[in-house]
DNA sequence: CTGAAAGCGCTAACAG
DNA sequence: CTGTTAGCGCTTTCAG
């Protein structure tokens, strides 16, 4: 009934606890038998030992957990960036504790730190500025997700660069000249993206305007598009850039309802993939981003900072990858 | 720079350590004189003490934290649910592990005690019958979402039965008396909604057939949609219920693609609530679900096994609504 | 009403 | 090459 302990395990071994604690621990400066460590090891797969991880957590201040932490578990973005990061921290024997966002960073790693979190990745778009450039001085380590912020290296991001590269190549291929691009001032991360996008736009003579969009939601999306399709503002506008999958979701859906048609009129192109992008009408062109391999090298960041390394800010290594759909065509001459 | 520990409360407040700790676990015959009460109290918000997890833990074998088990982190069925549960398990001092589902019940209820994971809430929408009968005998609690087996009191449930009411009667008062549902094999609890809702149809002389999806997924709900609306298999049918929203979303691109009109000459509901369900072309008619409630009941019925009481199976007392949107309509005469 | 003391299962420094 | 030992921070029984 009860689980077995390390003692019993080297009873049966015939060994001393030390011995199987240095063995499981891969203790470099141990040098064994190999015919004791073939009956420790026996020993611990016959009584199907597991080390008791809240004793070894009290010994080494390592409870070999992180936390992911989300301002809102609702909001899919972060579902394909989790599942990454838990298949990685599973092949390290970390456990995956999920959290909602507190503002309070600092307090944050307190609690984890009593608890035996060791770090953390943050999605973090929500946050000030302030808050998150002393991510360095908290009692746990914090890596931020898909955001860069001047002077800080605790990042883990995919490249956006690269990915509006793709976008305004696309576009401008097509023949665009004029895009509007909707942002958010409340999503920091948004920054990122719109500034790789601008520059990239003006090295392939591509003109850009901005509409403030309230948020990141198909509403928020919907509610744009009403608010500017339905006027008279779209002018030169022949394209339409929405740095989020369901921004653009409700775009789409604001320009079925005004009667503006997609892409005939105008050509829709979000960032971000997902199922969705495939069943909507038309059918979404959009950047795929390789969200579960942000996953899986915050985890390897996050865990170089735990092992007391100090790399420096990660950037996802595959590239970002277009795909074609039915919301983008040649501007209307 | 090291976290305070409860020696340090105690040597402040001068008392010893068991005072404190009985303080904090509020031990029923401890009877404290208000002052060193109060001298204590002090010293824990003067050094603002965390008590140290991993100690109680390794006392206790009672880690305060609970797994949530999904067979898939990026379908997003699961985000309210667990955004329930998470608020409700930071209420009573739990914090949420997430973990990819592994068949081996027995197997991870070992892993989870080791780490000090004190039960899990399943989604075991996968898991045959045979697995999830014995949930009784594990070495940790574990209960059932959202799918119920006989003889099986560990589950908390939404009301589907309620919930196939309120879908068939729209159906039915709007004029349809020829339902099509799809089903899926691989999902086993979809045979819980779908028994309530033939039920609920046969009440009100609703004559239901039944077409086979092969999954969950907007993708299944499109190929199952091609392969109906395709053919002349339609007949009598002026309705389809789909058990899941993307299901619907991925049918509803199918009958755009295939010129069938939504909802003139076709109604389409789903169960299940989002977003995406606004904005849809039709827009979709839904019935919404108390996901957030099943989450904190479930952490309830969890809390009182782990406190070792004998809860009944949890069925969700806030009522399911229907949110009629554009795809449902009266049948064509 | 409060203190002393044992020990949960494990790690790591030191001794043999 | 292996054993001894001293705790990590907390809970809990038993004495005062």
Redesign the interface.
């Known amino acids: 009934m009860k689980?077995v302990t390390m003692r019993q395990v080297a009873q049966q071994a015939g060994v001393d606890v030390s011995v199987v604690s240095r063995l499981l621990n891969e203790d470099p400066r141990l040098s064994i038998s190999p015919a004791t460590r073939d009956r420790v090891l026996q020993a611990i797969t016959d009584l199907?030992y597991?080390?008791?991880?809240?004793?070894r957590?009290?010994r080494t201040n390592h409870?070999?957990?992180i936390a992911?932490v989300v301002p809102?578990?609702?909001?899919?973005v972060y579902?394909?960036v989790?599942?990454g990061a838990?298949?990685r921290a599973?092949e390290i024997g970390y456990?995956?504790?999920?959290?909602?966002l507190d503002p309070d960073l600092a307090r944050t790693a307190?609690?984890y730190?009593?608890?035996?979190?060791d770090g953390a990745l943050l999605a973090g778009a929500t946050l000030p500025d302030r808050d998150v450039v002393s991510l360095e001085d908290l009692?746990i380590p914090m890596v931020l997700l898909n955001r860069r912020v001047p002077g800080l290296t605790r990042t883990a991001c995919v490249d956006y660069a690269a990915a509006s590269r793709l976008a305004i190549d696309h576009l401008a291929d097509l023949g665009h000249r004029d895009v509007m691009v909707l942002s958010s001032p409340r999503n920091a991360d948004f920054t990122e993206r719109l500034k790789a996008f601008r520059s990239r736009a003006r090295s392939r003579r591509v003109t850009t305007s901005t509409a403030t969009a309230g948020g990141i939601?198909?509403?928020a999306g919907?509610d744009t598009g009403r608010r500017i399709l339905g006027g008279d503002g779209l002018g030169e506008v022949t394209a339409v850039f929405c740095p989020t999958l369901?921004l653009a979701?409700?775009f789409?859906?604001a320009a079925?309802a005004t009667g503006v048609r997609v892409p005939d009129e105008l050509s829709v192109i979000a960032m971000h993939d997902a199922?969705?992008a495939?069943?909507?009408?038309p059918a979404l062109t959009t950047v795929a981003l390789p969200m579960a391999e942000l996953g899986a090298l915050a985890i390897d960041h996050l865990r170089a900072l735990v092992d007391q390394r100090h790399p420096g800010p990660t950037v996802v290594d595959v590239a970002p990858r277009l795909e074609v759909r039915g919301s983008t065509a040649p501007p209307r001459t």
């Open positions: 689980p199907d597991r080390p008791n991880l809240a004793a957590a009290l409870g070999g957990m992911f809102d578990f609702t909001s899919s579902a394909h989790i599942s838990h298949q599973q456990a995956v504790v999920v959290d909602a307190r609690r730190r009593a608890r035996g979190i009692s939601s198909a509403q919907y369901m979701v409700g789409l859906a079925h199922e969705i495939s069943f909507t009408t």
